[in-house]
């Protein structure tokens, strides 16, 4: 049977070729700064001049053995020295380019008026370009937006917005929207094919939730980059209580893309701050 080598084996072998070589290289130099200036080797020199004999050959192949552990010492030090000093630049590099990053955040409308329910705001100094609302999906409905071309510093940007299937998403209807998704998320946390299984504090969420006694929790998300085209993101969380229809934002995560968690998915969360002034009244 023939031994096939394709192209990506094949590049990743010239490559730890070229490194050993470079080892090897480096090794070589630090053995020779060793065997020629060192005080070991001039100890030696020394001792056969005045002494008139040579030096026995195991302990010359001694010292020459050691310096060759000393010289893969060396050539390991001056490789793990660039690096932490190429590792410094590139955090040095980051930290100033996330200190003048773009900074995009989700804020609700006025909640009155044909007004759209999420405004967009940079919230930095700094212009944020290709500011694109990832679709938020709460039962059946999909809450979509229009890319924004760019955000200047300071500055908000209201998109277009729909509801998939429900037309325009205007600020009246957000709790039209979170109340057609509460009973989905529901069905979701706590399925019927566990109800048999469900212990008693399960039972006593799905009942609380049953009766508008929770928080419905919408993750959403919000990606944008740079002018260097450095991607970032922003998670947030829209919550929203249907005993009172109160509706509100909190901030999880805003850095860069490569950096964020996952997103999470819709979820409920029983006994909220409505519901306990609820059963107090």
């Given amino acids: ?33 060793l065997m020629s200036g060192g005080i070991v080797m001039v100890g030696l020199a020394v001792y056969e001049r005045f002494s008139g004999q040579p030096v026995a050959l195991g302990l010359y192949a001694t010292v020459v053995a050691v310096f060759v552990v000393i010289a893969c010492f060396g050539a390991w030090k001056t490789e793990r020295q660039a690096a932490i000093a190429e590792w410094k630049k590139r955090i040095i590099a980051q930290q100033t380019a996330d200190a003048n990053r773009p900074a995009v955040v989700a804020e609700l409308g006025s909640g009155t008026g044909h007004t759209p329910p999420l405004m967009l705001r940079n919230v930095s100094s700094n212009t944020a370009f290709n500011v694109r609302f990832l679709d938020a999906t709460l039962g ?133 701050r409505a519901a306990r002034k609820a059963r107090r009244l």
Wanted: net charge negative; with cysteine.
């Fill in 1 to 33: 049977m023939a031994l096939r080598i394709d192209d990506k084996s094949l590049t990743q072998m010239n490559e730890d070729k070229t490194d050993f070589c470079q080892f090897c290289k480096s090794v070589g130099r630090h053995w020779v700064e």
């Fill in 140 to 272: 059946d409905r999909t809450l979509e937006a229009d890319e924004v071309g760019q955000i200047v510093g300071a500055a908000t940007a209201t998109p277009r917005m729909l509801v998939h299937g429900g037309g325009v998403f205007w600020a009246r209807d957000v709790a039209r929207f979170f109340m057609s998704g509460f009973d989905a998320v529901g069905r979701e946390q706590w399925p019927e094919s566990e109800a048999d299984d469900r212990d008693a504090d399960a039972a006593k969420e799905q009942l609380s939730a049953m009766f508008g006694l929770a928080e419905l929790v919408l993750p959403i998300a919000i990606r944008y980059r740079d002018l260097h085209g450095i991607e970032y993101v922003t998670h947030q969380e829209v919550v929203f209580e249907p005993i009172s229809d109160r509706t509100s934002m909190r901030l999880v995560f805003s850095g860069r893309l490569n950096e964020a968690p996952a997103l999470r998915r819709p979820y409920i969360v029983p006994g909220t």
